[in-house]
Nanobody, 124 residues
Framework: HVQLVESGGGSAQTGGSLRLSCAISGYNIKYDCLAWFRQVPGKEREGVASVYTGAGHTFHADSVKGRFTISQDNLKKTLYLQMNDLSPEDTGMYYC??????????????????WGQGTQVTVS
């Protein structure tokens, strides 16, 4: 069983920054990728960024490239998403996920099997 707990969401001004964290716990569960997704009401959940935990390769959706950066701290078992130059279009519920690395799945190549409860990001 894997538990993922997000934190760091909140409100920001356009052009501002936020840093999301995801604390990961669990035993005897193998996952190859960690990812951030986001969702707004009425739309499907979309991939924002992912990291392949073995090789450390990262993927970022085109909409956030150059502004968001995903990273992991293996010692602390924590996943991060640094979000800079925020815009109102970045508003949504952000979810942390763990799963299998499947490069053919757009946009971030992660087939998520475990989800956190989400943290709200609002940009005005």
């Amino acid at each position: 069983h894997v538990q993922l707990v997000e934190s760091g969401g909140g409100s920001a001004q356009t052009g501002g920054s936020l840093r999301l964290s995801c604390a990961i716990s669990g035993y005897n569960i193998k996952y190859d990728c960690l990812a951030w997704f986001r969702q707004v009401p009425g739309k499907e959940r979309e991939g924002v960024a992912s990291v392949y935990t073995g090789a450390g390769h990262t993927f970022h959706a085109d909409s956030v490239k150059g502004r968001f950066t995903i990273s992991q701290d293996n010692l602390k078992k924590t996943l991060y998403l640094q979000m800079n130059d925020l815009s109102p279009e970045d508003t949504g519920m952000y979810y942390c996920g763990a799963g299998r690395d499947v490069p053919t799945i757009p946009p971030v190549g992660c087939d998520v099997g475990y989800w956190g409860q989400g943290t709200q990001v609002t940009v005005s």
